[in-house]
């Protein structure tokens, strides 16, 4: 499985209610147990909101974060979805990544 982050933009305030906020929750919840949810929440600005999650395609994660409440319901009107390539120390902050060295080949033109 692949991680994915999508960001959840272009809020309808009218649209929010402690009955849709119940639905997106118990989705979260849902999706926690199935192992698809790694990290959620809104961003600061509270314009904005983050889903990390696992999945085994970026159709299939689009299709998760789509029955969300807060997207299927139109809370949240734009969502964009991508797959992202984990740095970490175990693969050495991708330096010798191919997208790195395809980078590196592109600024040396």
Known sequence: MKKYVAI?????R???????????VSYLKAQERLGNMVLCGPFADN?????IL????IDDAYETV??????SE????NVE???LIE????????VSDPQTNSNRADSKT
Do not use: C, R, T
């Not at 009218?14 to 997106?24: G, R």
């Not at 696992?54 to 395609?57: I, L, Q, T």
């Not at 740095?87 to 991708?94: D, G, I, Q, T």
């Open 66 to 71: 789509a029955s969300d409440p807060f997207i």
């Open 14 to 24: 009218a649209l929010f209610s402690d009955e849709l906020l119940d639905q997106h």
């Open 81 to 83: 979805v991508k797959e």
């Open 8 to 12: 959840l933009s272009n809020k309808n």
């Open 47 to 51: 314009e904005s909101a983050i889903q």
């Open 87 to 94: 740095a970490n120390a175990s693969n050495n902050w991708l």
């Open 54 to 57: 696992m999945s085994d395609s």
């Open 74 to 77: 139109g809370y949240y009107e």
